[in-house]
């Protein structure tokens, strides 16, 4: 494949039938760290009634959990990559193994100029025509994700889910029910429309990505990660310009160390690739962190971080404001 240039978003399909999220902006060369998404029912199935999708004339279940990663590992490790910074493999596909790439951008263009075959494209629509008027935004800089791109004629499945918390169970361990409504309720990046026309609400999320000149790294080159156990603070938010994003980045004045090692007080931010906590905390507030503790060193520099991400103890991970009598 020719040069390719994606970002947080993105999507890659191999030849197998797995569709893959670019996952984030720092890569190493010549491949793409990914979360797995879809599966082709070729080499997938799913007994969770959310999981079926349907594209023309073929069938993929989504993944939920850690299904993705461990049908990969267990299948397909072609689709690791080794991740220097890590030193340790983790998902991810290299250049020459995607077989196509599909970017939201390029696909909202195209549905925006479809005549409404569904209620998802004619919901769609509407949607992006009432944001875009109430704005200065323009065309270029929105795109779609999940089912609307990844073939939405057929992909309903999420639109018409009348199932959304009917049987599910609240996993996490110290972050209850009614604390996930208190910080979703207050976060920019879900909208709920009334729209007269269906006559039901549309749930709309909007997943920010950083335009291509506003990435950097959020490392050296010369860096290097060292796991250094587990560690739960109480700190206080310095700094939440990146929080909208994959990774959300909060800069952090650590206060005490409720749990972990007392080297997690030269904790200076929280780095955090679960959907869950973006937007969560904002500058000045005193949260609760809880996750893996690592030092990042280079010959030059050492600090400490606490990463929230896809791990054996994912639900023992928490970021919340602190004492919000919830």
């Given amino acids: 494949m020719a040069i390719v240039k994606l970002r947080d978003r993105d999507a890659i399909i191999t030849k197998e039938g797995l569709i893959f999220r670019v996952f984030g902006y720092d890569h190493p060369r010549g491949a793409y760290i990914c979360d797995a998404e879809y599966a082709s029912a070729k080499i997938f199935s799913s007994k969770d009634p959310r999981a079926p999708r349907t594209s023309l004339n073929q069938i993929f279940y989504k993944f939920y959990n850690d299904e993705g990663l461990i049908l990969v590992l267990k299948r397909y490790p072609k689709y690791t990559i080794y991740y220097k910074l890590l030193n340790k493999k983790i998902l991810g596909v290299q250049i020459s193994d995607i077989f196509t790439i599909r970017k939201?951008?390029?696909?909202?263009?195209?549905?925006i100029k479809e005549k409404p075959t569904d209620a998802l494209i004619d919901a769609t629509q509407r949607v992006f025509h009432k944001i875009k008027n109430a704005s200065d935004l323009s065309l270029e800089d929105f795109?779609?994700?999940?089912?609307?791109?990844?073939?939405?004629?057929?992909?309903?499945?999420?639109?018409n889910d009348k199932d959304v918390m009917k049987g599910k169970l609240w996993r996490f361990k110290d972050y209850n029910l009614k604390e996930y409504i208190w910080h979703q309720k207050r976060k920019l990046i879900y909208g709920m429309f009334n729209d007269t026309k269906s006559g039901r609400i549309i749930k709309a999320e909007f997943e920010p990505v950083k335009d291509w000149n506003e990435i950097t790294s959020c490392y050296k080159k010369n860096d290097r990660i060292f796991p250094k156990g587990w560690a739960r603070l109480k700190a206080?938010?310095?700094?939440?310009?990146?929080?909208p994003f994959i990774p959300?980045?909060?800069?952090?004045?650590?206060?005490s160390v409720i749990k972990g090692s007392k080297s997690a007080l030269e904790t200076i931010r929280i780095f955090s690739y679960m959907?869950?906590?973006?937007?969560?905390?904002?500058?000045?507030?005193?949260?609760?962190v809880e996750g893996n503790l690592e030092e990042v060193k280079s010959n030059k520099r050492s600090y400490n971080q606490i990463t929230l991400t896809y791990c054996p103890k994912y639900y023992q991970q928490v970021l919340k404001v602190y004492n919000s009598n919830l």
């Fill in 104 to 111: 939201p951008k390029q696909k909202l263009k195209l549905i």
């Fill in 236 to 243: 206080k938010v310095i700094d939440d310009v990146d929080s």
């Fill in 248 to 255: 959300s980045i909060y800069h952090i004045e650590p206060i």
């Fill in 143 to 159: 795109g779609v994700f999940g089912s609307l791109l990844h073939n939405c004629s057929g992909f309903t499945n999420e639109f």
């Fill in 275 to 288: 959907e869950e906590f973006r937007q969560q905390v904002k500058k000045d507030e005193t949260i609760v």
